[in-house]
């Protein structure tokens, strides 16, 4: 994965960390929907995508690449403990 992408990304998960109250915020305005572990982390994962999607855009004008995509799905894989210490 380009390291500037990276880069990108590694910055909206210590974003996320940093920003966990407006995470925790959302779960709780959410909690009808689902109240999960898996839910919540389906959130983080999902602006963790948003990034990825939208960097790879604006950096590599272009959209991800499926080489690219399972690069992330590896790197979000490999940063699931981290993740979990959200909440």
């Given at each position: 994965m380009d390291e500037t992408l990276l880069k990108k990304i590694e910055q909206k998960i210590?974003?996320?960390i940093s920003n966990k109250d407006e995470i925790k915020?959302?779960?709780q305005q959410l909690s009808n929907i689902d109240n999960s572990k898996?839910?919540?982390l389906g959130i983080v994962v999902g602006r963790i995508y948003n990034t990825f999607y939208y960097q790879?855009?604006?950096i590599l004008d272009r959209e991800?690449?499926?080489q690219?995509?399972?690069e992330f799905l590896e790197f979000v894989k490999?940063?699931?403990s981290m993740l979990d210490?959200?909440?």
């Open positions: 210590q974003d996320s915020q959302l779960l898996s839910f919540a790879s855009k604006r991800p690449t499926k690219e995509f399972e490999n940063k699931k210490a959200l909440w």
